[in-house]
């Protein structure tokens, strides 16, 4: 099944830069893990291969090659990966437009998100399976 997603330019970068920067092999990957939870609808986490692990899909994105495994392949589906990097949220951020809108309320309103975006913080980033060291 090939997956219809789109990354922007600022997720890729994002993306290449973490791959560059892991010291692993040269034609290393990107892996993102993405299931359902949570107010927005994502729940995310990433590493950098070496390889796929088993039953993952490699996606080349501009020459970037990203695994997914089949649970984020299935959420991904239609999905818009960004790269979001303000003074109150660093990471990725996805945007589902066939999302509805979050049911989830807070008695100040102030942290209301667009409908089907979520985002993934830059600490819970993985390279070979370990926690980054920041």
Do not use: W
Request: aromatic letters at 6%; charged letters at 15%; hydrophobic letters at 35%.
């Amino acid at each position: 099944m090939s997956i219809e997603m789109t990354v922007t330019p600022a997720a890729e970068r994002f993306m290449k830069r973490m791959v560059r920067f892991s010291g692993l092999p040269e034609g290393s990957g990107f892996r993102l893990v993405v299931s359902a939870g949570g107010c927005s609808g994502y729940n995310s986490e990433f590493s950098v291969e070496a390889q796929p692990q088993a039953g993952d899909q490699t996606v080349l994105v501009q020459g970037l090659k990203v695994f997914l495994p089949a649970e984020s392949r299935l959420m991904l589906q239609g999905v818009t990966v960004d790269f979001a990097d303000t003074p109150t949220q660093s990471g990725l951020t996805f945007f589902n437009p066939n999302a509805g809108s979050c049911a989830c309320s807070s008695s100040e309103g102030s942290s209301a998100k667009a409908p089907g975006v979520a985002s993934v913080s830059l600490g819970s980033i993985k390279v070979g399976g370990r926690p980054h060291a920041h």
